[in-house]
């Protein structure tokens, strides 16, 4: 039997208002806590050529995992919270991880 490939979406924002978005968010990390379809990482990067644009990287066990996630009403719920915060719509990319190094 294989392991479960991990899966990674990619969220592109652009905010105004990102301490009220980083708010939200940490809300959201406390609700998903140890939920086993939930996020297992969450990375928040900050664009340094275009102010108010952010990528925010988040890690799953598997595609199967971030699916069922993404079909939580708590998560929609977040969803239509963050797209207000945002200056335009969210966009998001579904990634299969093929190779992850750690070099620390």
């Known amino acids: 039997m294989s392991t479960p490939q991990k899966f990674v979406q990619i969220l592109q924002f652009e905010t105004d208002r990102i301490d009220e978005m980083r708010a939200l968010a940490a809300d959201a990390d406390q609700r998903l806590a140890g939920r086993p379809d939930g ?6 990067l900050k664009d340094r050529s275009r102010p108010g644009r952010y990528l925010v990287v988040v890690e799953f066990d598997s595609y ?8 939580d009403p708590d ?12 200056t335009t719509p969210p966009s998001f990319t579904d990634c ?7 070099h620390r």
């Open 39 to 44: 996020p297992v990482r969450r990375l928040v």
């Open 64 to 71: 199967e995992a971030a699916m069922r996630n993404n079909d």
């Open 75 to 86: 998560t929609g719920k977040f969803a239509q919270a963050m797209a207000a915060l945002c």
């Open 96 to 102: 299969d991880v093929v190779e992850a190094a750690e």
